[in-house]
């Protein structure tokens, strides 16, 4: 039995194989084989192996989004069998006496820049499919195809790190824990794991190898530790902690159905944070109020194009259908700094959480907000929609937001289309806003505080930098006088403020925001009923008395 150390992301205990998850990496050495036809044979085995992976994730991708947006699996297995790009492959290997990754990764780089330098918008972008494939290809010779969507049991998940690009592509049902050896508490791979309510560890030292991998393994999420190939009476031990852990789960469940209002008669919003559509049945399951956040710069993220107004139109009524009235607040596109979409084309910045992102793109770059705004304002006539912008640090931002969505409002009527009447609110995540906020309470619906970037700014700590732990305080009273800044402010100017932040799921401080008189808290859904258990039993009259003695 080994034991590793990490940092603890999500409490819980996971049992089940592990799973390294590696990056697939174009490192690909040209090398001389001695027998072409092997290698040719070693080709069309790849192929068959692949065009059957791309046929389950076509399978997979019509019960999750969609026949239209599955197609893309279809368009690659087409792609596969190309004779052009077969019979390339095959006469390099023939030629040149190459291996077959070699003649897949030269095939592949050749296709994409004949694509790329093409006229037609359209078959530019099938340079990036033909990557995709060769990618593939090249994983199944390598013998390296750990494709965690095609996961046949519920795995615990090891990997160096997570991008969130990755994550999106994820099947979250095959996912019993996540194991990463890099990444922060704040990382996405930490945000995903507080999402979906598994057990998970950041920073943890173990071998991707055949050391863990295939092994079982053991995930305390309590103490941060993870045991692989544990001994008979660790793994007994740990089956009665994990059969208790179910027992607390089915006593929270009791609490479904309930109002979230203190002893003292207080009420506060608990909604749910999510990044995806299918991220909805874990909202509706943990009987959520609402949705809080939804990251739609996820959208963008798994695509390798920008999301027409179409993809995304569907995808905000979706949201708010299933929430059927319940008001469901969606975030403009917050690409930039951790989050990085390559077809964006930005240049590289020394230090991107400061550059680049955010609202920045948008009011840069308007055609692409254009068409985003469009696409939530059509869908807010299929129930209670509002919409919030991050990362503002002045009124005139707000304005020139405001000028832009008049714009589209205008040309919607103007082609006689509807949209409903929504609510508009902005994050509250840098000192600046902050230190206005009596200012841009006049201007906007709501507030929704975001602590993670108000933390990050606030203590000028990258919170992406786990060296930087130690120094990192999230309970640092620079920032609860902040939020209560806030607070008071918006309600001042009679706007309603929640907090979004992972902050907002801190049980230490639910009372302190209760008595603070914070509106709402969204959070992860596995969070909302723990946090309503400590409504219910909170008396938020006498946590203020008991503070002043």
Not at 154 to 159: D, G, L
Not at 389 to 418: C, F, H, N, T, W
Not at 419 to 425: D, P, R
Not at 467 to 496: Q, T, Y
Request: charged share 30%; net charge negative; with cysteine.
């Amino acid at each position: 039995m080994q034991i590793y150390q990490g940092k603890s992301v999500f409490s819980g205990i996971a049992i089940g194989k592990i799973r390294v998850y590696k990056k697939k990496e174009r490192l690909v050495k040209r090398m001389k084989a001695e027998n072409p036809d092997v290698e040719i044979e070693r080709f069309e085995d790849a192929k068959k192996r692949g065009i059957a992976q791309l046929g389950v994730l076509y399978e997979k991708a019509c019960r999750e989004v969609g026949e239209a947006n599955a197609a893309i699996f279809e368009v690659h297995q087409m792609m596969m069998e190309d004779g052009s790009y077969n019979d390339s492959v095959r006469n390099m290997i023939k030629s040149q006496s190459v291996n077959a990754e070699y003649a897949v990764a030269a095939t592949g780089d050749n296709f994409a820049r004949m694509f790329e330098a093409m006229d037609d918008d359209y078959m530019r972008e099938r340079a990036a499919d033909v990557n995709d494939i060769s990618e593939r290809l090249i994983s199944i010779l390598n013998g390296d195809d750990t494709d965690v969507s095609l996961n046949e049991e519920p795995a615990i998940i090891v990997a160096d790190d997570l991008a969130p690009s990755e994550t999106v592509q994820i099947n979250k049902d095959k996912v019993l824990s996540f194991v990463t050896v890099h990444g922060s508490l704040n990382s996405h791979t930490a945000i995903l794991a507080r999402t979906m309510a598994i057990p998970a560890l950041v920073g943890t030292p173990l071998p991707l190898d055949e050391h863990v991998d295939g092994k079982l393994g053991i995930v305390d999420g309590s103490d941060g530790k993870i045991y692989v190939d544990p001994d008979d009476e660790t793994l007994s031990v740990m089956q009665k902690r994990c059969a208790g852990e179910e027992e607390k789960k089915k006593l929270l469940l009791t609490l479904k159905g309930k109002d979230n209002v203190t002893l003292d008669g207080q009420k506060i919003l608990l909604y749910a944070n999510i990044g995806n559509i299918k991220d909805l049945a874990a909202v509706i399951q943990n009987d959520a109020g609402g949705i809080g956040l939804f990251r739609s710069e996820f959208l963008y993220l798994e695509q390798d194009h920008y999301p027409t107004e179409e993809e995304q139109f569907r995808i905000y009524k979706q949201a708010t259908e299933t929430m059927a009235g319940k008001r469901v607040i969606i975030r403009t596109l917050d690409v930039g700094a951790d989050k990085q979409c390559d077809y964006f084309g930005m240049e590289k910045e020394e230090n991107p959480a400061l550059g680049f992102r955010a609202i920045r793109i948008c009011l840069t770059r308007p055609e692409i907000f254009k068409t985003q705004l469009r696409a939530l304002f059509r869908a807010s006539v299929y129930g209670n929609l509002a919409i919030m912008y991050p990362m503002i640090i002045s009124v005139d931002e707000v304005r020139r937001i405001k000028a832009i969505v008049e714009e589209v409002k205008a040309s919607l009527s103007e082609q006689g289309i509807g949209y409903g009447t929504l609510e508009q609110g902005i994050m509250i995540e840098t000192p600046a806003a902050v230190m206005i906020s009596d200012e841009l309470a006049k201007e906007v619906d709501f507030f929704s505080i975001g602590t993670n970037d108000l933390s990050q700014y606030t203590l000028a700590i990258d919170r992406q930098n786990t060296k930087l732990d130690s120094f990192f305080d999230p309970h640092h009273l620079a920032i609860l006088r902040m939020i209560r800044m806030v607070v008071e402010n918006a309600h001042k100017a009679g706007i309603w403020v929640g907090i979004c932040g992972e902050l907002g799921a801190d049980q230490e401080l639910t009372k302190e925001f209760l008595a603070m008189g914070v509106d709402e808290l969204s959070v992860s859904p596995g969070s909302i009923l723990p946090l309503r258990k400590i409504i219910l039993e909170t008396n938020v009259a006498e946590y203020k008395e008991g503070k002043k003695q």
